[in-house]
């Protein structure tokens, strides 16, 4: 651990405003903003289906991540050590190990390149993947390790997420039992790890919120399979960025409109956030809007007249 101190000092060594920002800017790629965006260009642009697993292995993957900090417990570097400086105090809250923002980075990138299975895709998402985890050293948030160890995680995910989904999801019916399973085999962390105390909330939160995303898919894809059906396929390109331009505004108006409503340290609020902004952005407008220009394919006929 001393060597892995000794070694983020020597890269902060060299630190001023420019690498810090680049360093925040790549570090980025690796947050829930960015999952957001990718899912729901995913989703909504390029292949419903693809969608799907690509939400749930990530998803899987963050709330795994929270349990292991649980188990883990590990302190900060720069909690460790005075001299290692916190660049980033907003994404280095809670535990240590594995690094969040490596194992979402991995689960994310890796998703892709492992689901279109093309070289360059593989290359540039081991870039990117490396770029996050230099970053979270860089900026004091990880040891080394951390990051390793998150790398890791996230690339099991990539793999087991797909290969659950295909094996148990095969009719919306088999997908709300096999989400409900899931949240089922996770319930007992949510009793254990339950915040005593105020000064708690920050080691839980990502934990509580992950898991909340997880209640909120299964109902989700059940509306979308069994009553929306709407399709990435018939539907103009224009539509489709459209359609998903809106589901990012309504997830982040409901991200940023609900934290102005109530504290952000509350862990049963802050999870009510999370399932709904997921719930509402790709469950219900869809639903609303699903006769509509938005979500409606076009017919053979309309196509042929063209």
């Given at each position: 651990?001393?060597?892995?101190?000794?070694?983020?000092?020597?890269?902060?060594?060299?630190?001023?405003?420019?690498?810090?920002?680049?360093?925040?800017?790549?570090?980025?790629?690796?947050?829930?903003y960015m999952l957001i965006i990718m899912a729901a260009i995913i989703y909504f642009i390029i292949d419903k289906?693809?969608?799907?697993?690509?939400?749930?292995?990530?998803?899987?993957?963050?709330?795994?991540?929270?349990?292991?900090?649980?188990?883990?417990?590990?302190?900060?570097?720069?909690?460790?050590?005075?001299?290692?400086?916190?660049?980033k105090e907003s994404t280095a809250t809670g535990s240590s190990f594995p690094s969040g923002h490596s194992q979402g980075a991995s689960a994310m990138y890796f998703s892709v390149a492992y689901h279109y299975k093309k070289?360059?895709?593989?290359?540039?998402?081991?870039?990117?993947?490396?770029?996050?985890?230099?970053?979270?050293?860089?900026?004091?948030?990880?040891?080394?390790?951390?990051?390793?160890?998150?790398?890791?995680?996230?690339?099991?995910?990539?793999?087991?997420?797909?290969?659950?989904?295909?094996?148990?999801?095969?009719?919306?019916?088999?997908?709300?039992?096999?989400?409900?399973?899931?949240?089922?085999?996770?319930?007992?962390?949510?009793?254990i790890y339950l915040p005593k105390d105020r000064a708690e909330v920050l080691l839980r939160r990502d934990f509580y919120t992950g898991y909340a995303c997880i209640l909120a898919?299964?109902?989700?894809?059940?509306?979308?399979?069994?009553?929306?059906?709407?399709?990435?396929?018939?539907?103009?390109?224009?539509?489709?960025?459209?359609?998903?331009?809106?589901?990012?505004?309504?997830v982040l108006a409901i991200y940023f409109g609900l934290v102005t409503l109530w504290p952000n340290k509350i862990i049963i609020l802050d999870m009510i956030r999370y399932f709904a902004l997921l719930f509402v952005g790709i469950g219900i407008y869809p639903l609303i809007f699903r006769n509509t220009a938005l979500f409606r394919a076009k017919k053979k006929e309309e196509k042929a007249t063209e």
């Open positions: 651990m001393q060597f892995e101190l000794e070694f983020i000092k020597a890269l902060q060594s060299i630190s001023n405003g420019f690498l810090n920002f680049i360093a925040s800017a790549i570090s980025f790629l690796g947050e829930q289906e693809f969608g799907e697993v690509f939400c749930f292995t990530t998803l899987l993957s963050n709330v795994m991540n929270g349990v292991l900090k649980l188990l883990f417990n590990r302190t900060r570097p720069f909690v460790k050590d005075p001299d290692v400086k916190n660049l070289k360059l895709f593989w290359i540039i998402a081991s870039i990117i993947v490396f770029l996050v985890m230099f970053s979270r050293i860089y900026l004091g948030a990880h040891y080394p390790t951390d990051t390793i160890a998150g790398c890791a995680f996230g690339l099991v995910f990539c793999f087991l997420g797909p290969w659950l989904y295909s094996k148990f999801s095969k009719t919306p019916e088999q997908k709300l039992i096999f989400f409900s399973a899931i949240c089922l085999i996770i319930l007992p962390f949510v009793f898919v299964g109902p989700t894809v059940y509306i979308e399979n069994k009553i929306t059906r709407f399709d990435t396929e018939g539907v103009p390109l224009l539509m489709r960025i459209l359609r998903c331009v809106i589901a990012i505004v309504i």
